[in-house]
């Protein structure tokens, strides 16, 4: 079993909808949470980070981490065009050097 | 732009032979990290690197091998090259060696084995 699990779609989407992305994970000592976005041909870019659980917002993406079900959901409100991408869900705990990365969900949103 | 450069960005090899990929951290960034990233998956952690010392190695064998110079740019080798390196290979610089919120990720180098 995979530490990090994420669906890789791919997920397609109108511009304007709500989109959700998920992941869930088995490693209790995680404390760090984050997503990338990557576009093609291009690295992973930050996009949110969150220290143990609870909500944060940025603008029209919000990401959630909730340690008791070990699950994290980034959600994105009026989607555009230009949020076509893979989106990567990280995590690591407190300690080690190293982020452990989900596979990735391709998201498409069509104009 | 998030400062990171990798080269080169194309790289084509074949089995048994040996590559060297390049990263110039972002400016100040004490600590790299290389990631190994194959087709459809998430970025895999090699190792990190902090003050010209490795501090961390993920699941890889010896024959991926690093260096960071005073500078803080950083080299990874790998020897004896199988077909399963084909892979974006990913450099990131960081200010601290344990913070998740700084890593700045390069463009990568793409690595194909024949």
């Known amino acids: 079993q995979k530490e990090v699990e994420q669906d890789p779609g791919p997920l397609s989407v109108p511009e304007g909808a709500i989109v959700s992305l998920n992941c869930t994970y088995s490693?209790?000592?995680?404390?760090?949470f984050m997503w990338y976005r990557q576009y093609s041909r291009k690295g992973p870019e930050l996009l949110m980070y969150t220290y143990s659980s609870g909500n944060k917002e940025d603008g029209r993406f919000t990401a959630q981490v909730d340690k008791s079900s070990k699950y994290i959901s980034l959600f994105i409100r009026d989607s555009q065009p230009s949020d076509s991408a893979t989106y990567l869900c990280a995590m690591k705990d407190s300690s080690a050097s190293k982020i452990i990365f989900g596979s990735g969900t391709r998201l498409s949103i069509r104009p | 732009e998030t400062g990171v450069t990798q080269s080169p960005t194309h790289l084509i090899k074949t089995r048994g032979q040996q590559v060297t990929l390049r990263c110039s951290s972002q400016s100040g960034h004490n600590t790299v990290s290389w990631y190994q990233q194959a087709l459809g998956q998430g970025p895999q952690f090699i190792f990190q690197y902090y003050r010209e010392e490795e501090n961390g190695r993920g699941n890889f064998p010896p024959r991926f091998s690093g260096l960071q110079f005073p500078n803080y740019s950083s080299e990874l080798n790998v020897n004896a090259l199988e077909l399963d390196d084909s892979a974006l290979y990913l450099c990131?610089?960081?200010?601290?060696?344990?913070?998740?919120?700084?890593?700045?990720f390069g463009p990568g180098t793409r690595l194909t084995v024949l």
């Open positions: 990131a610089s960081s200010l601290q060696r344990v913070s998740a919120d700084t890593q700045y």
């Open positions: 490693n209790s000592a995680f404390q760090y």
